[in-house]
């Protein structure tokens, strides 16, 4: 099977614009989870999508939005970027019917200037 | 507050040694622990994961051991290898459907030295 693909895997954006990012969960996979990672901070939980429905929030500003498709396949917005947005972001995919294991895409290294 | 502690930023181990990384956690809530690898520029890796009701899962080199007691768990490798260097996550769930949120530490860099 081919595994969590995410894309751009590199954004440079500058503050107060807003940016996309896109990640194709593994096939059959319909849970699919936001994380940011920062270097103090470690992988913070964003979102979890499952079904098209939002299922799991983090503790993250409305800033942060995300929605899946049919396909399963996600989309994360981030709007009006502030320097501290800069970090990598994952996504994860999981079955997401009761196994916890969860496997993550390459990530998004995004950079605000 | 940081609910999963992993309060050893590196550790370094000889080729062939036993490697433990630790992570303490503080919500009795957490019933399923999970063991993520990560490369630079790479996203984690699943490595291993135990079950609450178990103190023990053992996978090839690695080992994960639990004691809920103390609220700790410990990732053991055996022999460390220097393909083993790389950043190691615990990470817990609450285990119930339609939580598939994990709450990571923040990692421990492992150096295998040759």
Known sequence: ???????????????GQQVTLSCSPISGH????????????GLQFLFEYFSETQR?????????????????RSE????????GDSALYLCASSSGTGSYEQYFGPGTRLTVT | DQ????????????????????????????????????????GPTFLISISSIKDKNEDGRFTV????????????????QPGDSAVYFC?????????????????TRLTIIP
């Open chain 2, 91 to 107: 990470a817990a769930s609450s285990g119930n459907f339609g939580n598939e949120k994990l709450t990571f530490g923040t990692g």
């Open chain 2, 65 to 80: 051991f639990l004691n809920k007691s103390a609220k700790h768990l410990s990732l053991h490798i055996v022999p460390s």
């Open chain 1, 30 to 41: 319909r849970s699919v989870s936001w994380y940011q990672q920062t270097p103090g901070q």
């Open chain 1, 1 to 15: 099977k081919a595994g969590v693909t995410q894309t751009p895997r590199y954004l440079i954006k500058t503050r």
């Open chain 2, 3 to 42: 609910q999963v502690k992993q309060n050893s930023p590196s550790l370094s181990v000889q080729e062939g040694r036993i490697s433990i990384l630790n992570c303490d956690y503080t919500n009795s809530m957490f019933d399923y622990f999970l063991w993520y690898k990560k490369y630079p520029a790479e």
């Open chain 1, 76 to 83: 994360m917005n981030v709007s009006t970027l502030e320097l």
């Open chain 1, 56 to 72: 799991n929030k983090g503790n993250f500003p409305g800033r942060f939005s995300g929605r899946q498709f049919s396909n399963s």
